[in-house]
């Protein structure tokens, strides 16, 4: 179970516009903030991260990938519309995954540094 988990940003204040919309219409937002970090905290109490790297530029990891789970599927599409609206890139529209169409409901895309999200749903529509 993931409590707590982080990316790397090269320009903070635009990664915070793109995280407070995606934030805001999964539930979550800011908890605090650093001139080198900015938390969000859904509620739940998972927080997710997004900063500077202590050291270096910050890079995609290859096969690194985080996910936001959702309410229900109207929020699953609604998140991959703001995320692609916002300049984000689509790694795959929302829709079942699996042959369980109860089951696997997500959409992925990439933020506006290259790191891959995957919002979803587990179980049929709520």
């Known amino acids: 179970m993931l409590t707590v988990g982080r990316y ?4 903070l204040a635009r990664a915070g516009s793109f995280y ?6 999964l539930g979550a937002g800011r908890a605090f ?3 080198d970090l900015i938390a969000y905290k859904g509620a739940d109490g998972a927080m997710f991260l997004i900063g500077t790297p202590l050291a270096g530029d910050a890079s995609v990891g290859n096969g690194t990938q985080m996910g936001f789970a959702a309410p ?6 609604a998140v991959h519309a703001k995320a692609l609206e916002l300049g984000g890139t689509c790694e795959g529209s929302p829709g079942v995954r699996g042959p369980d169409p109860n089951g696997f409901y997500g959409a992925y895309f990439r933020d506006l540094d290259g ?12």
């Open 8 to 11: 790397g940003t090269r320009d």
């Open 20 to 25: 407070d919309a995606i934030a805001g219409l």
């Open 33 to 35: 903030e650093r001139p």
């Open 72 to 77: 229900n599927r109207a929020t699953v599409n």
């Open 115 to 126: 790191n891959k999200i995957t919002v979803f749903r587990m179980g049929p529509e709520a």
